[in-house]
């Protein structure tokens, strides 16, 4: 089982990966957007910004918050930074809950 700090860790290491040479820009859109994610596992919930292709300010919160809400174990949210966990299959399955427009999942599932 993850611990609150692989977690964090992971939530890092998440920001950096989405940094992207095109600066976060999705079809020349720039993506801004408040995103959070809730471990249910262990009762912790990670918020930032996701603007010019990271996460930043990354912070716990008490609930949940954002335009794009994500939630998932904390394993799981380590399998999917480590690459041992695929996106789409991970939602369609139900391990992975994103709450989010039908337009930010696809944003966000674009730089996954």
Do not use: Y
């Amino acid at each position: 089982m993850a611990t609150v700090e692989e977690c964090e860790a992971a939530m890092h290491r998440l920001a950096e990966r989405l940094r992207s040479p095109a600066g976060g820009q999705v079809r020349g859109k720039v993506i801004d957007r408040s995103v959070s994610c809730s471990l249910s596992d262990l009762g912790v919930t990670f918020a930032g910004r996701l603007r010019d292709g990271e996460i930043r300010d990354i912070h716990r919160v008490a609930t949940p918050e954002g335009q794009i809400k994500l939630s998932m174990t904390g394993d799981d949210l380590v399998a999917l930074v480590d690459g041992r966990l695929n996106f789409a299959k991970a939602w369609a399955s139900g391990r992975l809950k994103v709450d989010a427009s039908v337009f930010d999942l696809l944003k966000l599932r674009s730089l996954l």
